[in-house]
């Protein structure tokens, strides 16, 4: 059900953007519209994603967010959201982030599935995604949210476009029938310090569950996730703040590694 007007959609879409361009904090926007709906909010997310397009950019992925239990019961929200990542936000591995284009970044290490097949809803489960993957990759995403002190509520959050804001991809290729997704292990490095550690089970309790899941809601909305998608799953360890200066490494047992620096 929809509590908010094409209006007013468009409108938080324009605000939430513009925070996101501008780098400036803003209050959450329940708290103005407490009405609002999970509908709204994801139609205030797919209206920043026509915006984005408007522009020239291009969708090239998808992201999962609040994919682990700890993560939900940080943010005290109660399922997982997802978000669209563009062009825009893709950093090569090794490469260098602008910290002043951000607000209060924070990193995660995640994995992503690209797809070979398309999947779609209701009903996706883990064994559909594995049919249908190609391959995965190790990734870390750069979640920035637009709220004041990165406090929201789930609505609030879904139309930030799930705090997406960049992510680095590389490390080594790999099918899915070689890996042991659930027990994957993971080390987060900063200035050559162990900050986190996590393994694939974190997210959702098989990194494959949260693509379905991610199917599944698309379905909610007659949309379908396209062969050739690169679907990051959420996080594996917890979200690290970064300061400027700061590099990271971040380990994937038999996937390599991927880095970033802070400039």
């Known amino acids: 059900m929809n509590h908010l007007n094409t209006e007013q ?51 090239v992925g998808m992201k999962m967010g609040l994919t682990s239990w700890a993560k939900m019961a940080q943010m005290g929200v109660e399922h997982p959201c997802y978000g669209f990542l563009v062009d825009t936000y893709s950093v090569p591995d090794g490469g260098e ?36 993957t190609d391959f995965v990759m190790p990734a870390v995403e750069v979640i920035d949210s637009r709220y004041l002190d990165f406090r929201f509520d789930l609505k609030s959050v879904i139309a930030d476009n799930s705090s997406s804001s960049r992510f680095v991809a590389g490390g080594t290729m790999a099918d899915v029938e070689g890996l042991d997704l ?29 693509v379905a899941l991610l199917a599944n809601m698309l379905a909610e ?22 300061n400027k200066g700061d590099n990271f490494v971040v380990r994937y047992q038999g996937l390599g590694t991927v880095s970033g620096r802070f400039v």
């Open 9 to 59: 959609i468009e409108q938080l879409a324009a605000h939430l953007e513009q925070a996101e361009l501008e780098r400036r904090e803003v209050t959450k926007i329940t708290d103005d519209y407490p009405q609002m709906s999970y509908r709204d909010a994801f139609d205030i997310q797919w209206a920043i994603r026509r915006r984005k397009e408007a522009r020239g950019h291009k969708v």
């Open 97 to 132: 982030i602008a910290f002043d284009a951000l607000i209060h970044p924070k990193i995660e290490a995640e994995l992503a599935f690209v797809t070979k097949q398309e999947l779609r809803g209701p009903g996706c489960h883990i064994g559909d995604v594995l049919r249908a």
């Open 182 to 210: 659930k027990n994957l292990g993971v080390v987060m490095e900063i200035n050559g310090q162990v900050v986190q550690t996590g393994a694939g089970a974190a997210v959702l309790g098989h990194p494959a569950a949260s």
């Open 221 to 242: 909305r007659g949309e379908v996730i396209p062969a050739g998608s690169f679907i990051m799953v959420g996080a594996i360890t917890a979200a690290v703040q970064v």
